[in-house]
């Protein structure tokens, strides 16, 4: 890139990307080399630690200088993973926000640049993509393909919301809306699509393009009983913020994930 394409570029909006951490000292290194990688140089990186004691924070210290003072990273105790992410988005500058956790990492080296040319281009307020899943024994092979094309905010009522970790927002909006709900154990992202997109109608536009590799894992897949208390929140975020839906309409979106699994690519484009 010529010094001319980085002085334009400088001139956007600056991006703070989140990464929460808590002993993550097996993935977070790919976590920060995409970080490194993305073609899009105005962005500040804060990594929001919850006191790991697994070698993560040498980690952190090894990779501070290379990111040349765009990186900035802290270590206390939080209430989990949705308070460290409020924590991080409390201490950004940047223009826009958005969260990348500590065992996920960037598909392709421009999905910040490309993010950030549609959120100016189409005048929106929020820009979602798509993610796939992995397991940690073969990066390479996708075992799920999560696609947010069909996201319309009337989805939300049936438990499908747009990938969370392709979400990028202005950060006026966390301004005006408020932060992630700490008295949700797994919900509050889904919370926070429905306050975003059917109680204050926040612009926005699908971005087609693979934001986010997530290894399997996560606290809402991880096992029935987990599965039972997301269905049981989604219908309470939905109802606190004057949106009516019931357990048998948000479980619907089980149907979608079957669909997603049998249309998924094999592997991942190179």
Known sequence: MTANNQSSIYSEPKVSIITTSYN?????????DSVLRQ????????VKDGGSTDGTQDILKKYEPKFKGRMKWFS????????????????????????????????????????????????????????HFVRDSNLNVVIRYYSSKQFRPFWLRLGFM??????????????????????YKISSDFEMMVRLFLKNHVSYYYLPQDFVTMRTGGASTRNFHNRMIGLTEDVRACLENGIYTNKFLVSLKFLYKIFQIRRL????SS
């Open 162 to 183: 747009p990938a969370h970790p392709s979400l990028y927002l202005r950060r006026k909006v966390y301004e005006k809306i408020g932060l992630y709900k700490t008295d």
């Open 39 to 46: 073609t899009y140089p105005n962005i500040e990186y804060i």
């Open 76 to 131: 206390e105790r939080d209430l989990g993973i949705y308070d460290g992410m409020n924590q991080g988005i409390e201490k950004a500058t940047g223009d826009i926000v958005g969260i990348l956790n500590s065992d996920d990492f960037f598909t392709s080296d421009n999905v910040i640049e490309n993010m950030v040319k549609s959120m100016v281009k189409e005048h929106v307020d929020a820009v979602y993509g798509d993610i």
């Open 24 to 32: 993550s000292a097996a993935t977070i290194a790919d976590t920060m």
């Open 265 to 268: 690519p094999r592997r991942i």
